[in-house]
Structure formats: C-alpha cells, structure tokens
C-alpha cells in the first residue's frame, strides 16, 4: 500500500456516504440548505484524490499494478454513485442516462482486464480523460444548482431541467468516448478476439 493507493481508497469511501448524506440529510440533521454545501465538500475529497493520486504516483514513482486496476475501479465507483444519487428526487435525472456511464465503463474496463491477462496493454485515450472532466464538472454544476433551489430561488421542475440537460451532455461524451477507445484500440481488442487463451 502506497499513499497514491491510500488516496484512492478515499475516493470509494465518500461514495457511499454521498448517497447516504443525500437521502438521509433529514434523520441525521443536515437541513436543505446545508446539504449542498456538503455534497460539495464531499465532491471536492472525491475529485481532489482522483488528481493526486496519480501525480503523486508518477512523481514518486510509486506507480504500482495494483494501483493501476484500483484507480479506474475507484473511478467507475465514485462517479457512478454520483450519478446515481441524482436519479433520486429533487432531482430526478432520468436513470437510462446513467446507464450508458455504467455500460462505458464495463465495456472498457473488461476490455482492458482481459488484455491484461492475455499480455497487452490497451492504450488510454484523451477522450477518456476529458471524459472524466466533464463528468466531474456536471456533477459540480448539478450540485451548485441545488443551492438556489434549497433558497427556493428556482423550482425544482427547473432543477429537473437543468440537471437533465447536462447529464445529457455528459452522457453524449461518454458514448463517444466508449466508441473512440474501442476504435482506437480495434487492432488489439481483434487480437483479442483470434488469439486463443494460454493454456494454464
């Protein structure tokens, strides 16, 4: 276990309690006008491992194998519960969206397990990581609109709206950024489908 690695296992940890400070604000005292503010804090941690953990891996060269399936895992993990959380009223964003991010990310990440294991590397994508940005920021953006809304500024129809729409975005992205890394990676991901498995 590495400090990259540590940082990590952070991002999977606040998932959960998103979810959980989201639905159940209420029971443990958080108010509604609270609550954005601490999904916000919790956004922060999340995406603030996410961006040291592999720059500090690379700087001390503490870049491990274990570290390079975790780091995705926890990527999929966070994001998706993200995502998730938002499926829940007030804002209501439709749950089809959220399945081309869980599809995405099931079909790249098997991908590259399996031709791990068969001895190649699938080559990562600048899709994927601006990707990973967007998402970032439409969460960012969906939670920084529950502000106004907790205000009773804007209603939550409108907040239905919005959110939507740039989950919609997101989700557009996405889709294509699935499509750019199984295309850029064809030759290898045909090898995959030729080469018979290794014999144990």
């Known amino acids: 276990m590495t400090l990259p690695n540590y ?44 961006a040291f953990d592999g720059y500090l891996a690379r700087k001390y060269h503490q870049v491990t194998d274990f570290g390079k399936i975790l780091d995705p895992m926890a990527d999929s993990i966070s994001r998706l519960s993200v995502f998730l959380t938002f499926t829940l009223e007030p804002i209501r964003v439709p749950m089809l969206l959220i399945f081309v991010f869980l599809y995405r990310d099931s079909v790249v990440s098997t991908l590259r397990t399996i031709c791990a294991l068969r001895g190649f590397a699938l080559a990562a994508r600048t899709s994927g990581k601006i990707k990973a940005i967007i998402q970032a920021v439409t969460a960012l953006l969906i939670v920084l609109f529950m502000i106004p809304h907790s205000l009773q500024v804007i209603t939550t129809e409108k907040l239905h709206e919005v959110s939507t729409w740039l989950v919609e975005i997101a989700a557009a992205y996405t889709l294509f950024s699935g499509i750019d890394y199984v295309y850029a990676n064809r030759q290898y991901i045909a090898k995959l489908l030729t080469q018979p498995p290794k014999e144990g």
């Open 7 to 50: 940082l990590t296992f952070i991002r999977i940890f606040v998932s959960p309690i998103f979810l959980l400070v989201y639905i159940a604000h209420d029971s443990i005292g958080i108010s509604a006008t609270l609550l954005p503010y601490i999904l916000l804090f919790l956004l922060a941690v999340s995406e603030l491992s996410d």
